[in-house]
C-alpha cells in the first residue's frame, strides 16, 4: 500500500506570499491531521479533516487553513506569509479517530 | 489544557543497557497516549500506543496515571534504537496528537 505522499517537498516564498500545500493520504484513510514541526516549538498540531470537515483545530492564527476533498485528499494553504512560518509541514492519514497516523515526508516551507 | 512533557533532550547509553525514556502529561480527560519514533532520514512512525498493551522492537511502556507518566523502556538497548523518540497525546476520540519536544537516544557499541 501505497504511503502518504505529500507535494511539493520543498518551497521558497517570500513573506506576504500566501502557499498551498498538498497531501494525499493512504487509500482508504479518511482522517487527515496536518502539523508543524520546527525547532523552536517542536511538533505543533495545526487542524484535521475528517470525510471533508474538520473536526479539529490547533491554537494557530486564520491565516492557516485547509480542506479536504471527497477522494480524502488534503491541501493546507498559509496567507500573508509571515518569517515565522518558515517550518516542516507534516500531514498525517488515520483510519479513524486515535490510532495510529501514518506521516508523510513533510514539506519544507523556507520564507525570506 | 493537554501538555506533554519529556525531560530529556539526550539520552546515551551504552549497548546492552536498559533504557528508559521519560514522559509525563497534564490532561483532565482520559488521554490516549503514544510514542513515535524518527529513525535517520525516515519519516515519524508510531512505536506503540497504551492501550494496546504490547511490545515493540523491545520496548514497553506503562501508564501511570497516578504519576500522569508514560515512560518507555527497554532492557537491553541496539545500536539500532538510535533514533528521535516522541511521546504524544491525543484527546479522547481525537486524531489531535500532542507532542513533546522529543528525546534523542543514542545507544554507544
Known amino acids: 500500500k501505497a504511503g502518504v505522499t505529500q507535494t511539493p517537498r520543498y518551497l521558497i516564498k517570500t513573506r506576504g506570499q500566501q502557499v498551498t500545500l498538498s497531501c494525499s493520504p493512504i487509500?482508504?484513510?479518511?482522517?487527515v491531521s496536518w502539523y508543524q514541526q520546527t525547532p523552536g516549538q517542536g511538533l505543533q498540531f495545526l487542524f484535521e479533516?475528517?470525510?471533508?470537515?474538520?473536526?479539529n483545530k490547533g491554537n494557530f492564527p486564520g491565516r492557516f487553513s485547509g480542506r479536504q476533498f471527497s477522494n480524502s485528499r488534503s491541501e493546507m494553504n498559509v496567507s500573508t506569509l509571515e518569517l515565522g512560518d518558515s517550518a516542516l509541514y507534516l500531514c498525517?492519514?488515520?483510519?479513524?479517530?486515535?490510532?495510529?497516523?501514518?506521516f508523510g515526508p513533510g514539506t519544507r516551507l523556507t520564507v525570506t | 489544557a493537554q501538555r506533554v512533557t519529556q525531560p530529556e533532550k539526550l539520552l546515551s547509553v551504552f549497548k546492552g543497557a536498559p533504557v528508559e525514556l521519560k514522559c509525563n502529561y497534564s490532561?483532565?480527560?482520559?488521554?490516549?497516549l503514544f510514542w513515535y519514533v524518527q529513525y535517520s532520514r525516515q519519516r515519524l512512525q508510531l512505536l506503540l500506543r497504551?492501550?494496546s498493551r504490547e511490545s515493540i522492537k523491545g520496548f514497553t511502556a506503562d501508564l501511570n496515571k497516578g504519576e500522569t507518566s508514560f515512560h518507555l523502556k527497554k532492557p537491553f538497548a541496539q545500536e539500532e534504537d538510535s533514533a528521535m523518540y516522541y511521546c504524544?497525546?491525543?484527546?479522547?476520540?481525537?486524531?489531535?496528537?500532542?507532542f513533546g519536544t522529543g528525546t534523542r537516544l543514542t545507544v554507544i557499541p
Open positions: 487509500s482508504g484513510h479518511r482522517s
Open positions: 497504551h492501550i
Open positions: 490532561y483532565s480527560g482520559s488521554p490516549e
Open positions: 498525517a492519514s488515520s483510519l479513524a479517530e486515535a490510532l495510529e497516523q501514518y
Open positions: 504524544a497525546l491525543a484527546q479522547t476520540g481525537a486524531n489531535n496528537l500532542f
Open positions: 479533516y475528517f470525510s471533508e470537515t474538520q473536526r
